[in-house]
T-cell receptor
Framework: NAGVTQTPKFQVLKTGQSMTLQCAQD?????MSWYRQDPGMGLRLIHYSVGAGITDQGEVPNGYNVSRSTTEDFPLRLLSAAPSQTSVYFC????????????????FGPGTRLTVL | DAKTTQPNSMESNEEEPVHLPCNHS???????IHWYRQLPSQGPEYVIHGLTSNVNNRMASLAIAEDRKSSTLILHRATLRDAAVYYCILRDVGYGNKLVFGAGTILRVKS
């Protein structure tokens, strides 16, 4: 299994440009999430999905859109990039398990480093 | 989500045990204690979790106070590869994949 894959690894955008960060998992996980991590800080949840066709907002959703048309893929779209969106973006997935049970751990991708000029 | 408090940083010598503390005085009865770590330039990875009893796995041990208001992640023999940011996170027992990350503890390991 490849686990959680993210593309691209690095991206530089100009203010106002749009782009899509790709995330895919091959573990048949129902849950997928997007987080952003700013320098020296913990991760913050942007959007998440509990299954194909179902998405919801996290802590910092403004400026981002998501969709979940398949179990495997969960792309994150930046509609009009701003310098405040310069960050490292992590995608994660987990199975539909109780928080305290086995198999509930989240698997994270390697991240996409985004710079907005 | 209930809040956790961790020291900003800790330092350890290689091959020695490391005890990483976490305070969670507002923990509810249905909150599980999860630990993740983030190696430099990587995404976080799961370490261990528990509810009331102490837990062991191949990576670490988790010691939970009797009143559950604090816990300690124990690395039995620190290696240079254990240098990372360690996050203590509380999660409700129900279904859900939301993790609320704090700043975590930066662990430095000296050779």
């Amino acid at each position: 299994n490849a686990g959680v894959t993210q593309t691209p690894k690095f991206q530089v955008l100009k203010t106002g440009q749009s782009m899509t960060l790709q995330c895919a998992q091959d573990m048949n996980h129902e849950y997928m999430s997007w987080y952003r991590q700013d320098p020296g800080m913990g991760l913050r949840l942007i959007h998440y999905s509990v299954g194909a066709g179902i998405t919801d907002q996290g802590e910092v959703p403004n400026g981002y859109n998501v969709s979940r048309s398949t179990t495997e893929d969960f792309p994150l779209r930046l509609l009009s990039a701003a310098p405040s969106q310069t960050s490292v973006y992590f995608c994660a997935s987990s199975g539909r398990k109780l928080a305290g049970g086995p198999g509930n751990e989240q698997f994270f991708g390697p991240g996409t480093r985004l710079t907005v000029l | 989500d209930a809040k956790t408090t961790q020291p900003n940083s800790m330092e350890s010598n290689e091959e020695e045990p490391v005890h990483l503390p976490c305070n969670h005085s507002t923990i509810s009865g249905t909150d599980y204690i999860h630990w993740y770590r983030q190696l430099p330039s990587q995404g976080p990875e799961y370490v261990i979790h528990g509810l009331t009893s102490n837990v062991n796995n191949r990576m670490a041990s988790l010691a939970i106070a009797e009143d559950r208001k604090s816990s300690t992640l124990i690395l039995h023999r620190a290696t240079l590869r254990d240098a990372a940011v360690y996050y203590c996170i509380l999660r409700d027992v129900g279904y859900g994949n939301k993790l609320v990350f704090g700043a975590g503890t930066i662990l430095r390991v000296k050779s």
